[in-house]
């Protein structure tokens, strides 16, 4: 009998240490997993604190160069605005060069007549002094400026002589 209660105390001394064993894992793990979140939260959380401030300085650094670059859109668009509208102001330039044209010629017409009054003692009577008496407003001096455009007209026209010149003559019957 005595050999049956060593068997039987040695057998639940090997449960008992077996038992042991597993409540201590047991208990082991069942710790670990009700301190696993926590622990993981916590890494959660240093690692947002460590990059927090930089994540934010870039954002508005981003912001900044964000409108930097919207105002040189607008630099840019009014830019383009501008040039489009130097490109498409070419006809009032051909318009401009053709009234200079005309006013030249009348200015050289007037000149021609007003020599041809001079003769006549009576200069009151002239088309320069006719076509500026219903004039109501006083046009500064623009001889020298005339002189000068009209000596490039002449110039043109004479080194123009052989070529197509029927542009630049005009009718002496636009004054009557």
Aim: aromatic fraction near 8%; glycine fraction near 4%; charge should be positive.
């Amino acid at each position: 009998m005595s050999n049956k209660i060593v068997k039987k105390n040695a057998g639940d001394s090997e449960l008992v240490n077996k038992t042991r064993k597993a409540s201590e894992k047991i208990s082991e793990n069942i710790y670990i997993v009700a301190n696993d979140p926590s622990l993981a939260f916590y890494r959660i959380q240093e690692h947002v604190r460590k990059v927090i401030q930089p994540i934010l300085d870039k954002r508005l650094e981003v912001i900044h160069l964000q409108n930097n670059l919207q105002g040189h859109c607008y630099d840019m668009e009014y830019s383009v605005g501008a040039i489009k509208g130097i490109e498409n102001s070419e006809k009032f330039f051909r318009n401009i060069q053709e009234l200079i044209k005309t006013s030249i010629f009348l200015k050289q017409q007037l000149k021609y007549e007003e020599g041809k009054n001079k003769t006549d003692k009576d200069s009151k009577n002239s088309v320069y002094k006719r076509f500026s008496a219903h004039l109501t407003l006083d046009f500064p001096d623009f001889s020298g400026v005339v002189r000068e455009t009209s000596q490039r007209m002449e110039t043109i026209m004479i080194s123009n002589r052989g070529q197509n010149i029927g542009e630049l003559q005009r009718s002496h019957t636009t004054l009557h």
